[in-house]
């Protein structure tokens, strides 16, 4: 026997909101295929210098992304088929899939935020060692250099916080282009276009995170009630 009366809108609602929790799921994981393959990401943190490799921090949140993404497809199509069977234990697994789901979104939320600024950091701190090596003319010089280009031309940036206030010809015509010596007084130096970069993608991350929670939220309320009229209904 069917459920009649609220719990039949319940099922309905519940049907809706999977499907949209599909449908984010895809989202995500579309937003974190286009952030594992953006070509400014993957310009700068494929780099190498010397025996160094450039941080690659971030792509284990894109990961994590990627992989969250994944599974929330396939609980949202197990939560649509659930509610329309009226499967008290499809709607059990569900829900249970959908509290580890929660709980590795909130550690992943957690590594994220402690992380955020560290990112950046390291990044930054593998230019300022190349963009130091190609102006003392070390013995790695040239790959220096190259790596240095490489930031300069994907991020149309040129010196640094740390490096331009001791060596000032950072505007040399072999590390940076003519026109980026008007960025440089314009304070867009390499810097602050690392922060922009990875400040923006991680600040995209965040947002989709919550959204996602709070249907996650909803969705764990909307299946205990159904259960709880499924179970109601096979008694009478």
Not at 163 to 170: C, E, K, R, S
Not at 201 to 213: D, F, N, P, Q, T
Request: proline share 1%.
């Amino acid at each position: 026997m069917g459920v009649e009366g609220c719990t039949k809108c319940i099922k309905y609602l519940l049907f809706v909101f999977n499907f949209i929790f599909w449908l984010a799921g895809g989202i995500i994981l579309g937003v974190a295929l286009w952030l594992r393959h953006d070509s400014q990401t993957t310009n700068i943190l494929y780099l190498q210098l010397g025996d160094k490799q450039a941080p690659n921090t971030f792509y284990v949140g894109i990961y994590i992304l990627i992989a969250v993404g994944a599974v929330m497809m396939f609980v949202g199509f197990l939560g649509c088929y659930g509610a329309i069977q009226e499967s008290q234990c499809l709607l059990g697994t569900f829900f249970t899939c959908l509290v580890i789901l929660f709980a590795c979104e909130v550690a992943a939320g957690i590594w994220g935020f402690v992380n955020k600024d560290q990112i950046a950091k390291d990044v930054k701190q593998f230019y300022d060692q190349a963009l130091q090596q190609a102006l003392m003319g070390e013995s790695d010089a040239s790959n220096a250099k190259a790596v240095v280009k490489t930031f300069h031309e994907t991020l149309d940036c040129c010196g640094s916080d740390i490096v331009t206030a001791t060596f000032t010809p950072v505007w040399r015509d072999d590390l940076c282009r003519k026109d980026s010596v008007k960025n440089f007084f314009e304070n867009a130096n390499c810097h602050k276009k690392i922060d922009e970069l990875f400040s923006g993608k991680l600040y995209l991350i965040g947002i989709a995170a919550v959204v996602v929670a709070v249907i996650m939220i909803f969705e764990m309320i909307l299946s205990m009630v159904l259960c709880c009229g499924i179970r109601n209904s096979s008694v009478y």
